[in-house]
């Protein structure tokens, strides 16, 4: 979109977004003679704690510049949605804030897990705390339901776990490029209790965690080829399928699917009872 569209429909939007807002909604007295559905827009500047003159000039699409500070201040005056937050922002060109983690996945998100089987499947929230599994996942890395319900997560299972050493065939690449990934992954939400708890921990549990995370090295959660020694299935190759749940904000669906015909024929093994 170019600057001047832009600018357009963030003014097209401003105004549809004012003009929704009663003096009530926002505690100002209606006072007689309004010829205008919602508020004003000497009112949207009062309430945002800028100049109308300024404000007026933004609902016609000039050419100013706009603070994250004073678009955070606009959608409070006009009462934005999440949604509409970021829609906002993305109009006048700026990064959306952080979203927040969601409630977690819904009762559909598990079926689909299940119903993935016999590849194994698995869901993490923001902090890649394990939220979801299916049996084939249980199977391949062992049943995170016997751990502690802080100890089931992604970093905490690759670096506390012994077995995982063995069980991922290149466990030093794997987890080095795991901790590069949370890192980038977890960047919006650098004040996350549970993240700085989580790191923390981690750090005195491992000496391999606490030097890659303090190497501040970033990676995109891209496709991802691993091999398995497993104790039971011999050698599996799993290509990695990423997906976000865009109604469980923070919460991604990772779906193996066999990498060659041996780990396609042995995937069986990992569900049997």
Known sequence: MADQDRRRALAEFLRARRERVTPQDAGILPGPRRRTPGLRREEVAQLSGVSVTWYTWLEQ?????VSRQVLAALA?????????????????????PAQP??????????????????????????NWDLVAWN???A??????????PGERNLLWLVFTDPAMRTLLADWEG????LVAQFRADAGERFDDPRRHRLTRELAARSPEFDAWWRAHHLAALTGTRRTFHHPRAGDLTFDYVKLAALDAPGVKLFACMPADPGTRARLGTLVAE
């Open 61 to 65: 699409a000039r050419d100013i510049g």
């Open 76 to 96: 409070r005056a006009l009462m934005l949605s999440s949604v509409e937050q970021r829609h906002l922002y993305a109009l006048a060109g700026e990064l959306p």
């Open 101 to 126: 983690p969601g409630p977690g996945p819904g009762p559909a998100l598990q079926r689909l897990v299940d119903a993935l089987d016999p590849h194994p499947a698995y869901l993490l929230d923001a």
């Open 135 to 137: 049996r084939a996942e």
């Open 139 to 148: 199977g391949l890395i062992g049943d995170p339901a016997l751990l502690a």
């Open 174 to 177: 794997q987890a080095r490029d």
